[in-house]
């Protein structure tokens, strides 16, 4: 895919890699848009070229994710010296550079590093864990607002227990 391809060679000039879990993700056909068909809230996915952290030199991020309204945008933080991440934002990076770049107002302060912190939210270790619990966590409300739990397979309910208060009620068996 020429498009990653593309990122991978503009990370290189940093020392920076895509994750595979990623890579792998991304180039396989039947894998790469199973996040947006399962989305319930219209999620899509939207790959931008590295964007420089505004909370740490040296470290990128790589949109992947947004849903519809840009209410939540997920991205890959990536860092010289270790293993990529996921987080997530109420903020487009890409458009706030291109604001910054053609001297508009934006409603951010990239360069107050605090305000970025706080804008930034870490989401899951991998593209891997956060791409399985995605999934699992949309096919769970799909499943369930449909009033049929009948339907949950059995790593479904696995999950469903492991996040369940302790006290509450397990979800129902079949």
């Known amino acids: 895919m020429a498009m990653l391809d593309g990122l991978a060679k503009a990370l290189e000039g940093g020392g920076l890699t895509l994750p595979q879990d990623f890579v792998t993700f991304q180039t396989d056909a039947e894998m790469r848009y199973s996040l947006d068909d ?5 999620c899509w996915t939207d790959i931008s070229e590295p964007l420089p952290s505004p909370v740490e030199p040296g470290a990128f991020l790589v949109r992947f994710l947004r849903d519809q309204q840009d209410c939540v945008i997920w991205y890959l933080y990536l860092r010289p010296s270790s293993d ?59 499943v369930l607002n449909d009033g049929d739990p009948s339907g949950l397979d059995p790593e479904s309910r ?4 492991h996040y369940a208060p302790s006290g509450s009620l397990a979800p129902p068996r079949t």
């Open 158 to 161: 696995d999950y469903l227990r």
């Open 38 to 42: 399962v989305s319930v809230t219209g």
């Open 84 to 142: 990529a991440f996921v987080v997530h934002s109420r903020l487009d990076y890409e458009y706030e550079y291109e604001a910054r770049r053609d001297g508009e107002e934006t409603w951010t302060d990239l360069d107050d590093v605090e305000e970025q912190r706080a804008a930034i939210l870490w989401c899951a270790p991998s593209f891997e864990e956060f791409a399985h619990r995605f999934w699992i966590e949309n096919r769970l409300w799909r």
